[in-house]
């Protein structure tokens, strides 16, 4: 196992490599000169080389990119173009906003959706399992920004049982983690099902039920292990889903996130902001799928060990 | 009789509804005994219904599938009307069953060692250490080698015929006083279909086991059973002890699968299949339900089915050509074409 | 008999290769044929049996170069079939047909029977468009099944029957040399033996030449004139029917045929049983890969290969890979069952 996650680990190097390497290029390959934006509507050009010069936007790219990834290391990510702030201090709390409502939907979906997946798998096509899919086709369908919108209508704006905007107390947090994780749950409950319902026709359930075990022992010890494999992997593909659609979560409940930083900022072209929000969300993106890989390997033992 | 039965299946019925106009009479009207200490083979092909029957006595068989009708007498007792959670004290405890596919009737992610004692836990009152203790006991009660490895080792680690010696330790955890082993062995290379056969053997002897034996291998029946059953499309057409099925066997169809299959002991010259194939759930028969196939068939057999009749030496056979009603010619069924 | 040669497999080796490690390296081989030679005659039916794993079933994908085998020559009519290009070899495959164990998985279910000898027929140009169909059903006679059957799908059929149309499909093409993988195994034995009455009868008529992959022993008895047993990816006996049955030779085949049980509750066999299980190809044990089951092996077992070769007391063709052919004594391990 150790050997198996110091693979893992190191296979992960190309991919952050890439990562830097896009987000790198991001500045050059969009259009209009980054200087040129920076000094401002009507600059003269030698304010405009002066600034490019103070940038290091004349050195030769691949000297620029040496530089960006070694301070990046350092998580050193220079100053906002827009407020002249460190972009490490303006990002810092914000980031932690963002992963709080990432992790707490992710819990929210992975919860919901296994057990009604569950549900659903064992009372196959009784009222219980056509209601639980319908719903899930629901919450499938619906975009988070509107079932933000509306639940912040009913609970926030009518019935008045929670703030409609900001984050940080649990009264806050309970409507954008709803209207993010909504549809994660219903993928995952989908997902379950249809693995649980495969996996209850195997033979070793049989084998369970011969044996005397309880079937609610059965479902839970011998058939959800099993149907979990599958499920695993995509909690982790809905993991960079929910990190972008933080974004809009963030934007219609006013939440100070690194979403809302990010469009806040697009609009400004501030970006060095930009590049280290990209550059931390796909990296976090990167490690979810490898905890993923290590959690699939625990659960799945036919896969070997070495 | 003299012989006490731990098992008594009378008239049993299993169908499956799979909409309201068609049922599948997978099981229709089966009686057959198995006698104690003894062994019963169930011999069949594809459809015969005898996986049905045997999943029928643990009352494991899968929806849309249901017993409709019969009783299943063990000890004298009607599992039939047994409730759910007085089933699941017999299963794995006084009755325990194997499974044809060793590779698949384990489960993958949990280690072999927890697996057997999970039966442990169910049924008996035991202790960590205790049931440790027994499950090693039980591992090499079935001749694993090395066995304190396999323990903590996952199904994937094992090959088949260890798997299948895995089931059968799991199967035996509890003492059972009836096992039923389905196609125990069809899924094995013959070596260790071998293996696994003897171990069967010597372990009825020693645990005092009964044992039904479900097969299309008439030679496994040969060598390991005691009595046999032999269904074909949902019902018993024959039942006697193992030396008298081999060498007088009365039903038309019994005799069909002794012609019909190949032999690696002696030279044959000539196969002598038997014609068509098996009728479909949906159009049985009317009458016999060999009729359509059988050489002797007459107009009785398409229109009335014959009753399971006993005959001299406990013999049982559903033919109208053992009966008095009989209207066709004096037939010769069998007549052994190897010599041996 | 005239013995014309028709197919001479030599050094044949299949080795599957494992990957691992960090940029899929070869870490090592799956060896599952390892150097075998053998031939077959025409009008021939000669048999591979064998265990799970002893490369049987490779063996005779390799023939039709279903897989690229690593080692070895293939002299199919005389021309090595190793050396051909694709499209040569897609002729070649006209005279080289193949049966499968499980039909249904080798019709395609959305093709009526009429469609599948069609397109058989029609790869190889072999029959012109407008004698199609009268040949078509003269196959479907040939292998018993009846005419409005053409325009069923393979799902319409029972398992007796797949096999029968399988069986037509490779006729349609007049081949040479089938190769019957196991083709009976999933049959009933009611069905089997229509099957392999089919199958001999063809053998007659067609003047067929067979190669019969089989586990089933009984099965190879009656249908074959020679036989191959194999172990661990190499041959251990090879022989005509008589030999291998009523005199063989090699510890394994002894073993092998002792432990089929007999349907005779009389005949109490006596019987060799063999510990453990057959060791991994990966790593085949040294020597005699038969020597850790083997109840007779000694060091030098451990350590020499043992050729194929022929000693007193056996016929002609009859080999067998063993060091102590003539001096076993089967009687010491023979257990009363």
């Not at chain 2, 009307?81 to 405890?93: A, L, T």
């Not at chain 2, 039942?239 to 032999?263: C, I, M, Q």
């Not at chain 3, 499980?102 to 469609?115: F, G």
Request: proline share 5%; aromatic share 8%.
């Amino acid at each position: 196992m150790f050997k198996f996650i110091v693979r893992r680990l190191l296979q992960l190097i190309p991919v952050l490599f890439g990562v830097t390497l896009l987000v790198f290029l991001m500045l050059h390959i969009t259009p209009g000169n980054p200087a040129a934006i920076l000094a401002g509507e009507g600059a003269s050009q030698e304010t405009i080389d002066n600034v490019a010069n103070r940038l290091g936007l004349n050195e030769p790219l691949h000297m620029q990119y040496i530089y960006f990834v070694m301070d990046a290391i350092r998580l050193d990510f220079g100053t906002s173009w827009r407020t002249g702030m460190p972009v490490a201090d303006e990002i810092g709390s914000r980031f932690w906003v963002t992963v709080e409502l990432a992790v707490y939907s992710t819990i929210l979906s992975v919860f919901i959706g296994i057990i009604a997946g569950v549900i659903s798998a064992v009372r196959r096509y009784s009222f219980t399992d056509v209601g639980i899919m319908l719903l899930a086709l629901f919450g499938l369908s619906m975009p988070n920004f509107w079932l933000g919108l509306m639940l912040m209508q009913w609970f926030a704006v009518q019935l008045m049982w929670v703030p409609a905007s900001g984050w940080g107390s649990a009264s806050q947090v309970i409507l954008p983690v709803i209207a993010l994780g909504t549809a994660g749950a219903a993928i995952i409950a989908r997902m379950t099902r249809s693995s649980m319902l495969e996996v209850i026709s195997q033979d070793y359930i049989r084998t369970a039920r011969a044996k005397g075990t309880k079937e609610r022992v059965v479902i839970y010890r011998h058939a959800l292990r099993n149907a979990l494999i599958p499920v695993v992997t995509v909690v982790g593909l809905q993991f960079g889903y929910l990190l972008g659609g933080a974004v809009l979560t963030e934007t219609v409940f006013a939440i100070n996130g690194l979403g809302r930083l990010v469009v806040d900022r697009i609009a400004s072209r501030d970006f060095p902001v930009i590049q280290a929000s990209v550059l931390i969300i796909a990296t976090l993106f990167v490690f979810v799928n490898f905890l993923v890989d290590i959690s699939y390997r625990l659960l799945n033992k036919r896969i070997d060990l070495d | 009789m003299t012989v006490e039965n731990i098992l008594e299946i009378k008239n049993l019925k299993t169908y499956f509804s799979l909409d309201k106009d068609r049922v599948v009479k997978a099981v229709d009207g089966v009686s057959y005994v198995v006698p104690k200490g003894k062994t019963l083979g169930i011999v069949g092909e594809s459809g015969s219904g005898k996986s049905i029957t045997a999943l029928s006595v643990l009352r494991l068989v899968d929806e849309p599938g249901e017993i409709v009708d019969g009783e299943i007498l063990f000890k004298g007792e009607d599992l039939v009307k047994k409730k759910v959670s007085e089933m699941r004290k017999i299963r794995g405890n006084q009755i325990s069953m194997i499974f044809q596919e060793p590779m698949t009737s384990l489960n993958p992610v949990h280690s072999v060692g927890k697996q057997i004692k999970e039966t442990l836990h169910i049924h008996e009152d035991l202790i960590r250490q205790e049931a440790n203790h027994k499950a090693l006991d039980l591992l090499k009660l079935v001749g694993i080698p090395s066995p304190e490895k396999r323990l903590t080792q996952y199904p994937f680690e094992l090959s088949g015929g260890m798997r299948q010696r895995v089931m059968i330790a799991i199967a035996l955890a509890c003492n059972p006083e009836l096992l039923i082993a389905d196609e125990p062995t069809t899924a094995l290379d013959v070596t260790i279909q071998a293996q696994i056969l003897e171990l069967i053997k010597e372990l009825q002897a020693e645990l005092h086991m009964s044992v039904m034996l479900i097969t299309h291998d008439l030679g496994v029946v040969a060598e390991t059973c005691d009595f046999v059953a032999v269904m074909y499309a949902g019902k018993v057409v024959e039942y006697a002890d193992v030396d008298t099925l081999f060498e007088s066997p009365k039903h038309p169809y019994t005799v069909g699968l002794l012609n019909s299959l190949p032999r690696h002991d002696i030279k044959m010259e000539e196969l002598t299949p038997i014609k068509g194939m098996v009728p479909s759930p949906f159009e049985m028969p009317e009458g016999c339900r060999f009729a359509p196939r059988c050489p002797f068939a007459t107009a009785l057999c398409q229109e009335k089915l014959p009753d399971l009749e006993k005959k001299e030496n406990g013999q049982e056979v559903r033919c109208w050509i053992y009966t008095d009603e009989w209207d066709g010619e004096e037939v010769k069924v069998y007549e052994p074409n190897a010599t041996t | 008999m005239n013995q014309t040669q028709l197919l001479k497999i030599n050094g044949l080796k299949q080795y599957f290769p494992i990957r691992g490690g960090f940029f899929g390296r070869k870490v090592n081989d799956v060896k599952a044929v390892d150097d075998i030679s053998f031939e077959i005659n025409k009008g021939e039916a000669v048999s591979i049996v064998g265990e799970s794993g002893c490369g049987k079933s490779t063996t005779g994908r390799a023939i039709l170069r279903l897989d690229e085998p690593t080692e070895g020559t293939i002299e199919f009519n005389g021309v090595d079939l190793l050396s051909l290009k694709r499209k040569d070899m897609k002729k070649a495959r006209k005279d080289l047909q193949i049966i499968f164990q499980d039909p249904y998985a080798s019709l395609n279910p959305r093709l009526t029977v009429r469609q599948i000898i069609y397109e058989s027929m029609d790869i190889q140009k072999h029959v012109k468009r407008q004698d199609r169909e009268a040949r078509m059903f003269e196959l479907l006679e040939l292998v018993g099944l009846q005419r409005h059957q053409a325009d069923l799908f393979p799902h319409e059929f029972s398992g007796g029957q797949r096999q029968r149309v399988g069986i037509a499909r490779a006729l349609s093409v007049d081949p040479k040399l089938i190769v019957c993988d196991e083709a009976v195994s999933a049959l009933d034995v009611s069905i089997q033996a229509q099957v392999l009455n089919l199958l001999k009868k063809l053998q007659k008529e067609m003047e067929l030449t067979y190669l019969f992959i089989s586990h089933d022993l009984g099965v190879v008895r009656h249908i074959s004139d020679r036989i191959i047993v194999m172990y661990l990816g190499k041959i251990v006996e090879i022989g005509d029917n008589e030999s291998i049955f009523e005199n063989p030779k090699h510890p394994y085949t002894k073993a092998l045929l002792s432990a089929i049980p007999v349907p005779n509750p009389k005949k109490k066999s006596e019987r060799i049983l063999l510990e453990g299980d057959v060791p991994s190809p990966i790593d085949p044990p040294q020597g005699c890969r038969f020597h850790t089951r083997c109840p007779f092996a000694t060091d030098l077992c451990k350590e020499e290969t043992p050729q194929l070769r022929t000693t007193d007391g056996m016929t002609e063709n009859h080999q067998a890979a063993c060091h102590y052919i003539n001096e076993i004594d089967f009687e010491k391990v023979k257990a009363r069952v």
